[in-house]
């Protein structure tokens, strides 16, 4: 190996400190290490190394395979970074040891496995590169402390230093680093930080649309953009009733209480941990009885995300996670959960659960105000009781607006001209309007977004959830409670589904096995896979073991040619077996692990110079047809023999 001493065994350890893998990092940090001052070494054939690489290979596809069974996504992901050390050290150490002290590049990659005809093969030393596999490795684990950052200066330092120029001095060499490593660390911190920034930005821009990656703190509406609003058909949420029940018809995310730039917000939404029963339920308030209930199947991006819950839940079941907790105006987050949610939400219907009503709930926008108040004025909202108010509402929509994806025109005020001009919009826009036109008329109401149920899948046997049925929905304060009103026209469902592409039934199968497997890799919490992990690798056992036959079957053919029975490759006829045996019986045999010329330098005190320096001949053209692809000439062949057949005599 040509990497400094100690330096391997340094990052190995760094490596295992990171990663809290010492226990293996030690031993293999020993064990190369120890190979460059151990005498032992071994002849490994260019199709051994091909067999070890290949070993190591599907180790690692066996250990990938198996980490993204039983855990996170990312987190697996992460884990098969940390072990590419563990599962490609057998392959250094077999460089450590072997006698050439290099792999042949053809033994590392499937499509270069058939040896040269025309030029000797290039072999590399894989010490540096295993170096740097260590460094990667360690930063899929470093939670990014000074340490690591000063860990990863010194071994990089460490092993860039026989590299320098000779002809720079070594201070000035330091200093360079040094000022390297300064500027790199303040990059790094600059660059976390933008990170920060651009992760934040994306998603306050892309996940304040209803029931798309639903943020409990703002929600940006598309009031006002032109052009068409483009809804996928993928399947968000499977919702199971009770038997002989229908399901809730919404189910909620989140709500909210300021509009403020075509831009609704939540005041005050701290979320509070939600108590964990000791049957592992959650209680979210006192419960009902006979409750109803609806089994949710959703999926959680790394483990956490909000619920979709139906109004007057007070109890959720059957969800593993660390913690759940609720915000102000009612929205519910899991952390730590599994990937694949199914939990039940028992309920109650007639149940208020939402924070009294603030000031906030009250609050129109200065800029709204004179359309607002104009079409109160002729609906004559102010002189109505609250309930009748509610219901004028509703017949205002529904009578005299209609439901579009598409908006053609863009105002200084989108809500105005929906009101007063083109009465046409989708969900958002009724929404809007419904609350602020309840506040003008002072009712407390809240924009509220979430899902639609209304379609049943004969294929998976519930009612499935797709992307165009996120909504948004009115919650009005009338009496003493909060009240649900959806101005949307009850055509919209209509219109969402008349907009399905016609590969929609290929992509619900496809959605279908996704959900099944992952139903299955999350069925038990802590290990998903569970026994029936073992079938599975049963493909790669079966490959593992017939790549281990034909090494069996390779060592076989070794003995075979060593005990003269027939000759299976190029050298293997070798007459310098035949000296060497003669040796043997003077008690100089080579040892099984003993490279050739290491034998000849062992005997050599014992030898007269002149068969010595033949001797070193012999082993030199043996060498060379045993190892070399292009073999010996004729002329070189006979010279072996002949040579050999000469010195056995003496």
């Known amino acids: 190996m040509n990497t400094p001493p100690l330096l391997l065994a340094a990052s190995l350890l760094f490596w295992g400190w990171q990663t809290g893998l010492l226990w293996a990092a030690v031993p293999l940090a020993l064990a190369l290490e120890a190979g460059r001052w151990s005498p032992w070494r071994w002849e490994i054939s260019r199709d051994g190394f091909s067999r070890i690489v290949d070993l190591c290979g599907w180790g690692f596809v066996g250990l990938v395979v198996y980490l993204y069974l039983t855990r996170e996504r990312a987190a697996a992901g992460m884990l098969d970074i940390q072990c590419i050390p563990l599962c490609y050290g057998p392959l250094l150490a077999a460089q450590a040891y072997s006698a050439q002290g290099r792999i042949a590049v053809g033994s590392l990659f499937l499509f270069l496995r058939q040896p040269p005809r025309d030029a000797a093969e290039r072999s590399v030393d894989l010490s540096y590169p295993y170096f740097a596999v260590c460094l990667f490795s360690a930063s899929a684990a470093n939670v990014r402390t000074p340490a690591f950052y000063l860990g990863t200066l010194v071994l990089t330092g460490w092993a860039l230093w026989p590299l320098r120029p000779a002809r720079t001095a070594r201070a000035g060499w330091a200093a360079a680093l040094a000022s390297a490593a300064l500027l790199g660390y303040g990059g790094h911190v600059a660059l976390h930080g933008l990170q920060a920034t651009v992760e934040r930005k994306a998603q306050e821009w892309f996940f304040g649309r209803a029931g798309s990656g639903t943020d409990p703190a703002r929600s940006r509406t598309a009031i006002g953009r032109i052009g068409e609003l483009q809804q996928s058909s993928g399947v968000r949420l499977r919702v199971r009733p009770a038997a002989g029940k229908k399901p809730p018809e919404l189910l909620r995310e989140a709500s909210y209480d300021l509009y403020r730039g075509r831009e609704w917000s939540a005041r005050s939404n701290d979320f509070h941990p939600v108590p964990a029963l000791p049957d592992g339920a959650w209680a979210l308030g006192p419960g009902a009885a006979p409750p109803e209930e609806v089994s949710i199947s959703a999926a959680l991006p790394q483990g956490q995300g909000l619920l979709a819950l139906p109004d007057g839940t007070f109890r959720v079941e059957g969800l593993p996670a660390a913690g759940l907790s609720r915000g102000g105006l009612g929205a519910v987050k899991v952390t730590q959960g599994p990937g694949l949610a199914e939990y039940r939400a028992l309920f109650d219907p007639a149940a208020d659960r939402d924070t009294p009503p603030r000031r906030e709930d009250l609050d129109v926008p200065q800029s709204e105000k004179p359309a607002l108040a104009q079409t109160a004025a002729a609906l004559g909202l102010e002189r109505m009781p609250a309930a009748a108010a509610l219901a004028a509402v509703g017949r205002f929509f529904q009578e005299g607006f209609s439901y579009s994806t598409y908006q053609s025109g863009r105002g200084a005020r989108p809500l105005a001209d929906f009101l007063l001009r083109t009465r046409r919009g989708h969900c958002e826009y009724f929404a809007t309007a419904t609350v602020l036109l309840l506040r003008t008329a002072g009712i407390p109401a809240r924009y509220a977004v979430g899902w639609s149920v209304q379609e049943f899948s004969r294929l998976e046997g519930a009612y499935v959830v797709r992307q165009r049925h996120a909504h948004a929905w009115t919650l ?175």
Request: charged letters at 25%; aromatic letters at 12%; proline letters at 7%.
């Open 476 to 650: 009005a304060y009338v009496q003493g409670r909060w009240l649900v009103l959806d101005t949307t026209p009850a055509s919209w469902s209509a219109a969402e589904a008349g907009r399905a592409s016609w590969w929609e039934k290929g992509g619900d199968l496809w959605d279908w096995c996704s959900y099944r497997f992952s139903r299955w890799r999350w069925s038990k919490p802590g290990a998903p896979a569970g026994p029936r992990l073992r079938w599975l690798l049963l493909p790669l056992l079966a490959l593992l073991a017939w790549r281990l036959r034909g090494a069996a079957e390779a060592v076989r053919a070794r003995v075979r040619s060593i005990s003269g029975s027939r000759v299976l490759a190029p050298g293997r006829d070798s007459e310098l077996y035949g000296i060497e045996r003669v040796f043997a019986g003077q008690g100089l045999g080579r040892y099984p692990w003993e490279a050739w010329p290491a034998w000849i330098d062992r005997i050599a005190p014992l030898q007269e110079p002149s068969q010595l320096r033949r001797l070193r001949a012999l082993v030199a053209l043996h060498c060379r047809y045993r190892f070399d692809p292009k073999g010996l000439a004729a002329e070189e062949r006979r010279e072996l023999a002949a040579g050999a057949k000469e010195l056995v005599p003496r």
